[in-house]
């Protein structure tokens, strides 16, 4: 059983940066596909970026050249970092591990509890 634990959300301002840490666990995690969603009250939860060591990475149209997202060498810990913070980039952040899909769709199999991330203009 992989276990992911978000943490690193908050606050900021328009144009500001945060990073979000994903720390993850379990048996051949290191061979899964990672990702980042996102999701605001009423809506459906959204794919931010993924990743996979041998596929590669997808953003969203909404983050491509604001966000990046990284893993360490050792496959422990996933990275969001956030530049250029907007307002609509405010909702609940989620980290996601999957053994086989790879995309920005609500298919992950393990699920953080999420962390929040608020902008103010």
């Known amino acids: 059983q992989v276990q992911v634990v978000e943490s690193g959300g908050g606050s900021a301002q328009a144009g500001g940066s945060l990073r979000l840490t994903c720390a993850a666990s379990?048996?051949?995690?290191?061979?899964?596909?990672m990702g980042w969603f996102r999701q605001v009250p009423g809506k459906e939860r959204v794919g931010v970026a993924v990743t996979n060591p041998s596929t590669g990475t997808i953003y969203a149209d909404a983050v491509k050249g604001r966000f990046s997202i990284s893993q360490d060498s050792a496959k422990t810990t996933l990275y969001l970092q956030m530049n250029s913070l907007k307002p609509e980039d405010t909702a609940m952040y989620y980290c996601a591990a999957d053994p086989f899909y790879f995309g920005l769709a609500d298919r992950f199999t393990y699920w953080g509890q999420g962390t929040q991330v608020t902008v103010s203009s």
């Open positions: 379990g048996p051949t995690y290191s061979r899964y596909c």
